[in-house]
């Protein structure tokens, strides 16, 4: 089993509308998660860290649930200029792993 | 402030040869990283530096990679020879302490192995 999974889309969703995705980790030892985005032909770069009750930025809401070990991503009232990929990141120890990054793409 | 900095952007080589990459990391960040990112996956990491000192190499393949950050600043990361699954993009990212989520990535070096 993967230690970070996510379903790589692509979700294509129409400018203003709302769209969320999860990814789900292995480690529940697990202590940091955050989203990161990245734009096509770009290094990541950092989001969002989510916290144990949540996380809110603008139109960007992150979610945990430890107990089914997932993470979740919203984002309301979608731009064009949110497409992009979103990777989901877990620290276990020392290290970040990264998912394959869910890959949002949205339509005018 | 100046971000990490990569060189070269883009290169091709033939299997079998060699090439080195170079990153310069945000200047004061202790912890250095250098990411394999294959084409629809999410970023591998290959090593990670605290300082000068070799922290995580364990997904390193160590009979074609190796890496060095000798005064505890700049890093060059090294394939010989390099194979076609190598074709990649090679991410050089730094922070502060490691692990901290806060990892600031520099542009990266497109290799592609023919």
């Known amino acids: 089993r993967k230690e970070v999974e996510q379903d790589p889309g692509p979700f294509n969703v129409p400018e203003g509308a709302t769209v969320a995705f999860n990814c789900t980790y292995s480690?529940?030892?697990?202590?940091?998660f955050f989203w990161y985005r990245q734009d096509c032909r770009k290094e990541p770069k950092l989001l969002m860290s989510?916290?144990?009750s949540g996380n809110e930025d603008g139109r960007f809401t992150a979610q945990l649930n430890r107990a089914s070990q997932y993470i979740s991503l919203l984002i309301r009232d979608s731009k064009l200029s949110d497409s992009a990929t979103y990777l989901c990141?877990?620290?276990?120890?020392?290290?970040?792993?990264f998912g394959k990054g869910n890959q949002v793409v949205v339509i005018p | 402030e100046a971000g990490v900095a990569q060189s070269p952007r883009y290169k091709i080589i033939e299997k079998r040869q060699s090439v080195a990459f170079w990153c310069n990391p945000i200047?004061?960040?202790?912890?250095l990283y250098w990411y394999q990112q294959i084409l629809g996956q999410g970023p591998k990491l290959l090593i990670q530096?605290?300082?000068?000192?070799?922290?995580?190499d364990s997904q390193l393949p160590k009979d074609r990679f190796s890496a060095e950050r000798l005064k505890g600043v700049d890093s060059t990361l090294k394939i010989q020879p390099a194979k076609l699954e190598d074709s990649a993009v090679y991410l050089c990212?730094?922070?502060?302490?490691?692990?901290?989520?806060?990892?600031?990535f520099g542009p990266g070096t497109r290799l592609t192995v023919l």
């Open positions: 990212a730094s922070s502060l302490s490691p692990g901290d989520g806060l990892e600031f």
């Open positions: 990141v877990v620290r276990d120890g020392d290290r970040l792993a």
């Open positions: 200047s004061g960040h202790a912890t």
């Open positions: 480690n529940s030892a697990s202590q940091s």
């Open positions: 989510v916290y144990s």
């Open positions: 530096f605290q300082n000068n000192g070799v922290v995580d």
